[in-house]
């Protein structure tokens, strides 16, 4: 099984990175964790086959994370998707996904699919199963819009890969991540802290509690960026895959 960082840029797609999106495979699975406004192009930039995707998980309702669906959607139309599609996140994903569709491409969120689709909300700290794919919620801290924001445990194929999403520190990320074979963590700033989201420095003071296997930073800032030589860390960039 393996992670491709199709994407892992901030909402400023800083240092030219492209928007969240993450593309997991495997013998039995085949899926996205986001779909940020940039996903398509970055997909096809890097030759994945968008029809083979089988589930996008959403963690929260920012373009930078969400808005690439429109896109990827519309695109399923036109290369006459038949295999179904499952896209599940927070709590009113069917109707923000349907109101993201109006506002990008009007009366497509009427448009009868070619494929099966299904839109599922996701309750924290439960577990649902979408074929070989088990996915626990967790909530965090991102604000007051585009909520509600989730991190998830994904478990798949005998692994486990955590993500944070974007959040500010939350006693929650312990057990999302706690043991897994990776963890995708937001470090947005080196050491500022800030509302909403994650500074390496404070991620670190964590990590013994959380004690992930292998752990890849995501969603940095310029101020982070800057500092790529220097980091204790790996980091990601687009393109970028991790073997599981």
């Known amino acids: 099984m393996q992670l491709q960082f199709v994407g892992c840029g901030d909402a400023f797609g800083s240092g030219g990175r492209f928007n969240t999106c993450f593309h997991v495979t495997g013998a039995n ?5 986001d779909c940020g406004a940039s996903s398509l192009p970055a997909l ?6 968008r029809d083979d995707i089988d589930l996008i998980l959403v963690t929260h309702f920012h373009g930078d994370h969400f808005a690439g669906l429109p896109f990827l959607l519309l695109d399923a139309q036109f290369t006459r998707r038949s295999r ?15 109101s993201l569709m109006e506002a990008l491409f009007e009366h497509s969120s009427k448009t009868k699919q070619r ?3 299904s839109v599922v909300a996701l309750e924290p700290e439960q577990s649902r199963t979408f074929g070989d794919v088990k996915v626990t919620a967790y909530p965090v801290v991102h604000g ?4 509600p924001f989730l991190a998830y445990r994904i478990e798949a194929e005998g692994r486990v890969i955590a993500y944070s999403a974007d959040t500010e520190w939350t006693e929650t990320l312990i057990p999302a991540g706690r043991g897994a074979d990776l963890f995708v963590a937001e470090a947005y700033y ?5 509302k909403n989201h ?5 991620l670190a003071a964590h990590l013994p509690e959380i004690n992930p296997k292998r752990l890849v930073l995501t969603h940095m800032s310029e101020d982070m960026l800057g500092r790529l030589g220097e980091l204790p860390y790996r ?7 991790v073997e599981l």
């Open 29 to 33: 699975v085949n899926f996205l964790i």
């Open 44 to 49: 096809k930039r890097l030759g994945i086959a």
């Open 84 to 98: 179904p599609l499952v896209i599940a996140g927070p709590q009113g994903i069917e109707t923000k996904l349907a």
């Open 115 to 117: 494929f099966d689709l």
């Open 144 to 147: 007051e819009s585009g909520g």
């Open 190 to 194: 080196y050491d500022k802290i800030v």
């Open 198 to 202: 994650l500074s390496l420095k404070t």
């Open 235 to 241: 980091a990601a960039h687009d393109g970028m895959v």
